[in-house]
């Protein structure tokens, strides 16, 4: 690969940044407070109400799954990474890279944040009154939301980079 002002040696550090950010640092972080948060409050209501703890997992699996969208964006770019004698990887690619490792990751941490507080309150809410539990499912939908729209921003940004992406393409066909 020969360097040039456009396709410096460093432009791969900085898309697997974008990786960086999307699993070990935000998203990551996100499902992991809001597993723990969750978690705190479903161990709260197995003291009291164990019958209750099952229907209680709901917010720590909806935590899970935002760990799940930054796993399947860092594959993705590191899917489209070469080694540096076979590809020529531009800044284009290295800062398309990191922004949409950084919007996955971002949106995971608010949302697991969400789902952890969330959680924590509606179970413990759950255990004093069954009829907030469909209320406590719905708003953690919402909480869940946010991951998923930093996996649509990471999907447009993905196809203004290449209009027929063929790591992409094998995954929607």
């Not at 898309?15 to 990551?28: L, S, T």
């Not at 164990?50 to 899970?64: H, N, W």
């Not at 540096?84 to 398309?96: C, T």
């Amino acid at each position: 690969m020969a360097e040039s002002e456009l396709s410096p040696k460093f432009a791969p550090f900085i898309g697997m940044g974008g990786v960086a950010f999307a699993v070990a640092d935000r998203a990551g972080a996100g499902a992991a407070y809001g597993t723990a948060k969750s978690g705190i409050g479903i161990a709260g209501v197995g003291t009291f109400r164990s019958d209750l703890i099952m229907k209680s997992l709901i917010p720590v699996v909806m935590a899970g799954i935002l760990a799940v969208y930054s796993l399947v964006i860092s594959v993705l770019i590191a899917g489209d990474l070469d080694p540096p004698s076979k590809q020529n990887y531009s800044l284009y690619n290295g800062f398309l890279h990191l922004g949409a490792g950084l919007s996955v990751g971002l949106t995971g941490l608010a949302a697991g944040y969400a789902i952890g507080i969330i959680g924590d309150m509606g179970v413990r809410s759950y255990m004093l009154q069954s009829r907030i539990f469909v209320g406590m499912v719905l708003i953690l939908i919402f909480g869940e939301v946010l991951g998923l729209y930093g996996q649509v921003f990471f999907l447009d940004l993905w196809h203004a980079k290449w209009p027929s992406n063929r790591v992409l393409d094998s995954l929607l066909l």
